[in-house]
């Protein structure tokens, strides 16, 4: 009796790991199954928080694709973007976007377009897993992945990718990496280098100006929806769009970023907000 049930319950076990790993890799929109291309491919992988997408994050996306196509010209370019799975701070706070609607909000916004594709049910591992399945779709397509260029600078970076190239199985996966987003100064310590590499592995700096008049964070965003939540005026340097239309229109809807989990820069508002 006791060998039968607990044989059952080892079934049981097997079956939802199993039921788990075959619902891993799924996207919204443009989905992956639909990736199946016809002749030379890239797939570039980006893997971030996203708490909420910005019109920053936009722009990188379409100059990193617009970039790529000019650079490989006959292949056919696909960005498969990843909401990281992590919802604790360092500091033990919870983020305040959980998983799910920081994956909505990148679907509101790429769910149609041809390009980009939005990962699904991320988990750990999700990075290994996207390359493994791209791998198993076309084994000729090539995987590049995609860091931000202050993973470069600062000793502390420059250490953890020291680490990612002995340690990370995702670093393995990758041809080269992808960096977007360099400051003047990160993009001048980059061409400095004869032959620029990440975690031991070729990168290829590509330039992704912006029409905005200052660079937007995630905490911004988070911070003027709570501000509106209460009815408090804007300070200027949040009374602009840092987020399209159809990413307000869902935390609008879903009346998210409601709880204060952040800090205000204006000091009015940190008077405020004591």
């Known amino acids: 009796m006791i060998g039968r049930a607990l044989t059952m319950k080892l079934m049981g076990i097997l079956i939802f790991g199993v039921a788990i790993l075959m619902n891993t890799i799924n996207s919204y929109g443009a989905f992956i199954d639909d990736f199946s291309p016809k002749g030379p491919s890239i797939a570039v992988v980006s893997v971030g928080t996203f708490g909420p997408i910005t019109l920053r994050h936009e722009e990188i996306f379409e ?121 003047p100064e990160e993009k001048e310590h980059i061409d400095s280098q004869a032959n620029p590499r990440f975690a031991g592995k070729p990168s290829q700096l590509v330039s992704t100006p912006t029409q905005l008049d200052f660079d937007i964070h995630a905490t911004d965003v988070r911070e003027k929806y709570w501000l509106l939540n209460k009815n408090i005026p804007l300070p200027a340097y949040l009374d602009v769009p840092l987020v399209s239309d159809l990413v307000e229109q869902y935390i609008l809807e879903n009346k998210l970023l409601t709880q204060a989990r952040f800090k205000p820069k204006a000091s009015l508002c940190s008077f405020l907000f004591k």
Request: no cysteine; aromatic share 10%.
């Open 63 to 183: 100059s990193m694709l617009k970039e790529m196509k000019e650079t490989y010209p006959g292949f056919e370019i696909a960005i498969f973007v990843i909401a990281n799975d992590m919802t604790v701070h360092k500091r033990g706070q919870k983020k305040p976007l959980d998983l799910h609607h920081r994956v909505n909000l990148l679907a509101e916004r790429y769910g149609e377009h041809p390009n980009i594709y939005v990962l699904d049910r991320p988990r750990s591992g999700a990075f290994a897993q996207i390359t493994k399945w791209i791998r198993n779709q076309s084994a000729t397509t090539r995987i590049f992945g995609h860091v931000g260029a202050d993973s470069f600078v600062g000793l502390k970076n420059r250490l953890g990718a020291l680490i990612m190239k002995w340690v990370s199985p995702s670093n393995a996966k990758v041809e080269k990496w992808i960096v977007t987003h360099a400051t």
